[in-house]
């Protein structure tokens, strides 16, 4: 079985060949505006992949990437909406 690092490796050394351009449109394509639900407030939530640079965060339809329910919300940090994942 590969480890994480052999597997990021790989998937590096794949992306080489597919190029950048071509992997950040399927991406988009794929993931941009996906929604869900937040497992914490249980408000819909969409992808933004664009707004953070090319780090995919979790809004709501307001533009609201905070979540107070979040158990990363303290008194100085709101926590982020997080997905409902498979298992």
């Keep these: 079985m590969q480890t ?3 597997k990021i490796d790989a998937w590096l050394q794949w992306l080489e060949t597919y190029t950048p351009q071509k992997f950040i449109e399927a991406f988009l394509r794929n993931v941009e505006n996906t929604e ?3 497992q ?3 408000e819909n939530i969409y992808v933004d992949v664009l707004i953070g640079g090319g780090v995919a ?3 709501t ?3 609201d990437f905070g979540c ?4 990363e919300t303290t008194d100085d940090h709101c926590g982020s909406h ?3 994942k498979r298992k």
């Design 40 to 42: 914490y407030c249980g």
């Design 68 to 71: 107070y329910n979040s158990p």
């Design 4 to 6: 994480q690092k052999e």
């Design 36 to 38: 869900s639900v937040c």
């Design 82 to 84: 997080m997905p409902i």
């Design 61 to 63: 339809e307001r533009g």
């Design 57 to 59: 965060d979790w809004s």
